[in-house]
């Protein structure tokens, strides 16, 4: 599975992005999507992530109610619409795909390369 990220770039605190993940190389369909980031100076963290079935998402505590994970299955795509961001917001954020997700401790076993969010303050 090879997936693509984009929508990455500048944005004021308060302001929106859009990022896309685009599969290619496997079922899109059967797999559990997610999005993480990482930080300069931190480790990886979770955001969130979305089952193959389209319904259920997770998103930790920090992002509920401003970002939103979604997929097209037409276009085997996952997005992550963030909107009132947040100068801590800012990371490289990486897409994510396995055909299991195992909750808090979930490590994928496929990724994309990252896309660089920068949030203004």
């Known amino acids: 599975v090879q997936l693509q990220a984009s929508g990455g770039g500048l944005v004021q605190a308060g302001g929106s992005l859009r990022l896309s993940c685009a599969a290619s190389?496997?079922?899109?369909?059967?797999?559990?999507m997610g999005w993480f980031r990482q930080a300069p100076g931190k480790e990886r963290e979770f955001v969130a992530a979305?089952?193959?079935?389209?319904?259920?998402?997770y998103y930790t505590d920090s992002v509920k109610g401003r970002f939103t994970i979604s997929r097209d299955k037409a276009k085997n795509t996952v997005y992550l619409q963030m909107n009132s961001l947040k100068p801590e917001d800012a990371a490289v954020y990486y897409c994510?795909?396995?055909?299991?997700?195992?909750?808090?401790?979930?490590?994928?076993?496929?990724w994309g390369q990252g896309t660089l969010v920068t949030v203004s303050s």
């Open positions: 190389g496997g079922t899109f369909s059967s797999y559990q």
């Open positions: 994510a795909a396995d055909s299991t997700y195992t909750g808090s401790n979930w490590s994928p076993r496929y």
């Open positions: 979305i089952r193959s079935s389209g319904v259920i998402t």
